[in-house]
Every structure is written in structure tokens, then in C-alpha cells.
């Protein structure tokens, strides 16, 4: 790509990120482009590009370009910076800010670099090996927990059709089994003649006569009159 010689003296430079993608699955261009433009609008110099939908994100930077560009005065945004931190990018650029006033040479802040990013890969593996591990993990806890549902539905399930198949049978009547007694011999029962008695004859008493007493017929003297004799 041919680089744009562009007066920025009289214009405030920024690095930004130029969405592309399509909905719900974006990335970005990582764009140096006047601060005046629009976000999607014209830019200076496209110096990488930024995919956060991967683990960890995936993230192309011309370090050498963002370094200069910091060094020219371009002032990044905040997840610009955040990119720029992590690709080393600044601590490059502070690195060349001492060789230029004569803290170190340039050998030196080359072999601090590389030492730098070795670590900074080392972290981004080991990063990477625990996400992955984690989640292998979580992945079998599901499996596990999937499969212990379906065993309970399935044993319910296997329950229920059990007890609708024994709702439909009628119950069957138990047998008892009969257990044939020996016959009890029958003991001779001794049969006792009573003598017959013979009734005495009943006789019957005549009761005597009771003689009437004759009413005696007395005539009663005539009352004597009380009546005085008239002269």
C-alpha cells in the first residue's frame, strides 16, 4: 500500500477503529484518519485490523507504522490504546523515546523489546491453554447434567406407562389353596332308653252340693197407727 504523504500540522490525527462485517459478526479496521471524518468515512492509513469474536481476539498490527504514527503525535482512543498496550506498541514507542534522548541504544531497546513480546506470548498461550481447559470442562459438566435429566425422565416416564398399563388390567382374584383336613371319625353317641311312666287315671272329684237355707217368710207386725182416736 502506498503511504499518503498528508500535512497533519494543521489537523488533529487520531487511531480508531472502521467497523466492517456484517450484523452481530463485526471487525474492524485499525485506521489512522483525521478526527474530523466520519467513523466509516475517509481515512489516512489503514495499519491492521481487530476481531474480538475470537478467544483471545485476534488482532494484526504493523507495529513499526503505529509507532511511528505515535511518534508523529496521532492520539489513539481508548480501545485503540487498550490494542496498541497489548500488541506493545507503547512500550515500544517509550523505548524509542529513550534511545532518542540517549538513555539506551538502539541494540539495547531491541533486546528489551523482544524479551517483552516472548513474555507477552508465553502469557497469551498459557491464557489460551486455561480457556480452552475450562472449557472442555464446563462442555462435560453439561453432558453430565443432560444426561442424568434424560435418565430421570426417562425412568419417569417408564413409571408412569407402568402404571397406566396396571390401571388397565383388572386385578385378578387371589387363590387360596384349599388344604384337605382328614375327616374326624364320628364317635357313637349312646342312646338311653328312659322307662315310659304310666299316667295314673285323673279323677275326678265331684264337689257337694250346697243345700239352699229356706228363707223364712215372717210377716212383720202391723205398725200400730199413731194416729189419735177422734171424739
Excluded at 534522548?101 to 491453554?129: L, N
Amino acid at each position: 500500500m502506498e503511504t499518503r504523504w498528508i500535512n497533519i500540522t494543521n489537523m488533529s490525527v487520531k487511531i480508531r477503529l472502521q467497523r466492517q462485517g456484517r450484523k452481530k459478526a463485526p471487525y474492524y479496521h485499525i485506521v489512522v484518519a483525521d478526527s474530523r471524518a466520519p467513523r466509516d468515512g475517509k481515512f489516512i492509513e489503514n495499519i491492521g485490523y481487530y476481531k474480538p469474536q475470537t478467544v483471545p481476539a485476534t488482532i494484526e498490527l504493523n507495529v513499526e507504522k503505529a509507532a511511528e504514527w505515535l511518534g508523529k503525535g496521532a492520539q489513539p482512543t481508548d480501545t485503540c490504546r487498550a490494542i496498541l498496550s497489548y500488541k506493545g506498541v507503547l512500550f515500544k514507542h517509550h523505548l524509542q523515546g529513550g534511545v532518542r534522548k540517549g538513555a539506551m541504544t538502539q541494540e539495547q531497546a531491541d533486546a528489551t523489546y523482544a524479551a517483552w513480546i516472548a513474555a507477552k506470548e508465553q502469557k497469551v498461550v498459557t491464557h489460551t491453554e486455561t480457556h480452552k481447559q475450562t472449557l472442555a470442562e464446563k462442555r462435560a459438566a453439561a453432558l453430565s447434567l443432560e444426561s442424568k435429566v434424560k435418565e430421570a425422565r426417562a425412568q419417569k416416564l417408564a413409571e408412569k406407562l407402568a402404571a397406566e398399563e396396571a390401571a388397565k388390567v383388572p386385578a385378578q382374584p387371589e387363590v387360596v389353596a384349599e388344604v384337605e383336613t382328614p375327616a374326624a371319625e364320628e364317635t357313637p353317641v349312646a342312646v338311653v332308653e328312659t322307662p315310659v311312666v304310666e299316667e295314673a287315671p285323673v279323677v275326678k272329684a265331684e264337689a257337694p252340693a250346697v243345700e239352699e237355707t229356706p228363707v223364712a217368710e215372717t210377716e212383720a207386725p202391723a205398725a200400730e197407727s199413731t194416729e189419735k182416736p177422734t171424739e
